[in-house]
């Protein structure tokens, strides 16, 4: 079992810029392809962006292409998602989530393919 806990979240103004993080314990993070999704009250989860097991290909969401980028730091077990230029409509609760499915056959962007969740953490985008 590897457990996820987000950490991060908070509240800030329109064009402001936050960082998430998510650590992982009982496994190294070098295994697994990683992802964040959130979800809004009132609507479903949606896939945020998504980062390769060798960190050699993320796979954006249109709504935050240009201004959201992912990492990861296997040797401290931990992934990170960097909000630029953050808009009210990112307004959400943020998820981390991670898989060790192959990517030739489960898609990134499908809340199917992860196998592991953390319990989310709170941004809140002010106009």
């Known amino acids: 079992q590897v457990q996820l806990v987000e950490s991060g979240g908070g509240l800030v103004q329109a064009g402001g810029s936050l960082r998430l993080a998510c650590t992982a314990a009982g496994r190294t993070f070098s295994a697994y392809r990683l992802a964040w999704f959130r979800q809004a009250p009132g609507k479903e989860r949606e896939f945020v962006i998504a980062?390769?097991?060798?960190?050699?290909?993320?796979y954006y969401a249109d709504s935050v292409k240009g201004r959201f980028t992912i990492s990861r730091d296997n040797a401290k077990n931990r992934l990170y998602l960097h909000m630029n230029s953050l808009k009210p409509e990112d307004t959400a609760v943020y998820y981390c989530?991670?898989?060790?499915?192959?990517?030739?056959?489960?898609?990134?962007?499908?809340?199917?393919?992860?196998?592991?969740w953390g319990q989310g953490t709170q941004v809140t985008v002010s106009s």
């Open positions: 980062i390769s097991w060798a960190a050699s290909r993320t």
């Open positions: 989530a991670a898989t060790i499915r192959s990517s030739s056959t489960y898609a990134y962007t499908s809340m199917s393919t992860y196998d592991y």
